[in-house]
């Protein structure tokens, strides 16, 4: 496991989050979430389903606007930036999505060449001499000419990851990464993302609900539960928090609610 104490991380925040609310609908999603990513650690966001962390992350991302609150990322405010600040920005943010996003019809090294090709000018050898450098990062040195159906579900994640950091990002977001994936290949991607930090010197953040990766690799995380923060600490405190509804999730343990009898009327009826 990481440990902030194990290294200096600079205090200067890479990621903002201020009384964040966001809706879906009338559905209130995210109520008031408060969150800070310090430069250089790797910062899990983790909570059971429906907890809101993917909307958490939409939200990061720029995918949608916030009802209230404020998001700053890199020091640049999200709402209200204009679409080509936003898109500077962007080049400057790394994404590896769950189920990876490779394009069929390209070939891995034509997927990792892609945002170079789309936010550079750089001239095609150079482009395929940086898809190939961040392919041997990730341990797929070779595997630029085959297709994504040729690929392993773990083969997967690691072009995706060497896509996500073709352009030397300060911050990467990683959702999912463990996803699918059988322990020991689960376990070899946690490594790699641990040594990505090391060499790269960039801040991460990693959505998650796989816990013994989570904390294998966590310098904070932030708990999330009905869209709100139940915790955000260190991965030794978050792991003997005191709160009951934290070492529920921690400990798997299902969450039981009183059924009020007029509301599940009101529910079944709309009123």
Avoid at 178 to 197: H, N, Q
Wanted: charged share 25%; aromatic share 2%.
């Amino acid at each position: 496991m990481s440990s902030v104490s194990d290294r200096m991380l600079t205090s200067d925040p890479v990621v903002e989050v201020e009384n964040l609310v966001a809706h879906y609908g009338s559905h209130k999603v995210l109520d008031g979430v408060n969150l800070t990513v310090n430069a250089g650690e790797i910062h899990i966001i983790m909570g059971g389903s429906g907890s809101g962390k993917s909307t958490l992350l939409r939200h990061l991302l720029g995918l949608r606007r916030v009802t209230s609150g404020r998001i700053r990322l890199l020091g640049h405010e999200l709402d209200g930036v204009h679409r080509s600040e936003l898109q500077e920005l962007r080049k400057q943010i790394g994404v590896s999505f769950q189920g990876g996003a490779l394009l069929s019809s390209m070939t891995v090294g034509e997927n990792v060449t892609l945002p170079l090709r789309e936010h550079t000018r750089l001239d095609e050898s150079t482009m395929a001499i940086m898809a190939r450098m961040k392919l041997e990062v990730v341990n797929l040195g070779g595997f630029e000419h085959f297709m994504p159906a040729q690929l392993s579900g773990g083969m997967i994640k690691r072009a995706a990851l060497a896509r996500a950091i073709v352009m030397d990002p300060k911050l990467l977001f990683f959702d999912e990464p463990s996803a699918g994936l059988d322990p020991v290949v689960s376990a070899e991607l946690d490594e790699l993302i641990l040594r990505l930090r090391e060499a790269m010197h960039m801040s991460i953040v990693v959505v998650t609900h796989e816990l013994e990766s989570a904390f294998r690799i966590a310098d904070r995380m932030t708990v999330l539960d009905c869209g709100k923060i139940l915790i955000s600490d260190t991965a030794d405190k978050v792991r003997n928090s005191a709160n009951s509804r934290v070492q529920d999730l921690l400990n798997r343990r299902p969450r039981v609610e009183e059924l009020d009898a007029d509301a599940y009327l009101a529910r079944l009826t709309g009123e």
